[in-house]
Antibody, heavy 126, light 105 residues
Framework: EVQLVESGGGLVKPGGSLRLSCAASGFTLSDASVNWVRQAPGKGLEWVGRVKRKIDGETIDYAPPVKDRFIISRDDSKNSLFLQMSSLKTEDTAVYYC?????????????????WGQGTLVTVSS | AIQMTQSPSSLSASVGDRVTITCRASQAIRNDLAWYQQKPGKAPRLLIYIASSLQSGVPSRFSGSGSGTDFTLTISSLQPEDCATYFCLQDYDHLSFGGGTKVEI
């Protein structure tokens, strides 16, 4: 069964740092483009960044509000994705999801799409 | 960054009604558009990808159309379980979401 499980959320003061993890099971993470998406309380969805799949060059992209503050990395030995967040602001408060999104990836000869984790809450507050 | 303008922001309709939600991109995005449904406290669920392809397991009353800058999600016969917020998402250049449409019965 394909699963994504986020962890690492919590309460942090403005200016602080936090590292989120996204552990994948049931598929090889590097076979898919994987995104971080966040949702502030009562608000819409906001794309944070992604790492493209290995065959697309593993390019890493960021949304402008987090560029230069957040770093996405992947550890293939752990089949996990990470989001290192620094210089956190109150407006970074949100549930953070990792997701493969609408872009398909092959799994046992079938194209699969759109797996999401359960989300992890990050609260930035003094 | 590509901006996605979604309308309306909310709507109220009756069971059995035909419901249409639109999304406009700030520049042409071919057909690199997806539609999502989200219910409170849950992760979003993909309904439509590549503008008009129905995701596996999604009821056929959902359909998508459009290309370039203008896209539409249609629910042909609204059901009570369709009460949710709907988002469009472009993945032509990075990703960006529309603001969402809350659908109520």
């Amino acid at each position: 069964e394909v699963q994504l499980v986020e962890s690492g959320g919590g309460l942090v003061k403005p200016g602080g740092s936090l590292r989120l993890s996204c552990a994948a099971s049931g598929f090889t993470l590097s076979d898919a483009s994987v995104n971080w998406v966040r949702q502030a309380p009562g608000k819409g969805l906001e794309w944070v960044g992604r790492v493209k799949r290995k065959i697309d060059g593993e390019t890493i992209d960021y949304a402008p509000p987090v560029k230069d503050r957040f770093i996405i990395s992947r550890d293939d030995s752990k089949n996990s994705l990470f989001l290192q967040m620094s210089s956190l602001k109150t407006e970074d408060t949100a549930v953070y999801y990792c997701t493969t999104g609408p872009a398909g990836f092959p799994l046992f000869g079938v194209i699969k799409r759109d797996y999401w984790g359960q989300g992890t809450l990050v609260t930035v507050s003094s | 960054a590509i901006q996605m303008t979604q309308s309306p922001s909310s709507l109220s309709a009756s069971v059995g009604d035909r419901v249409t939600i639109t999304c406009r991109a700030s520049q042409a995005i071919r057909n690199d558009l997806a539609w999502y449904q989200q219910k409170p406290g849950k992760a979003p669920r993909l309904l439509i990808y590549i503008a008009s392809s129905l995701q596996s397991g999604v009821p056929s009353r959902f359909s998508g159309s459009g290309s370039g800058t203008d896209f539409t999600l249609t629910i042909s016969s609204l059901q009570p379980e369709d009460c949710a917020t709907y988002f469009c998402l472009q993945d032509y250049d990075h990703l960006s979401f529309g603001g969402g449409t809350k659908v109520e019965i």
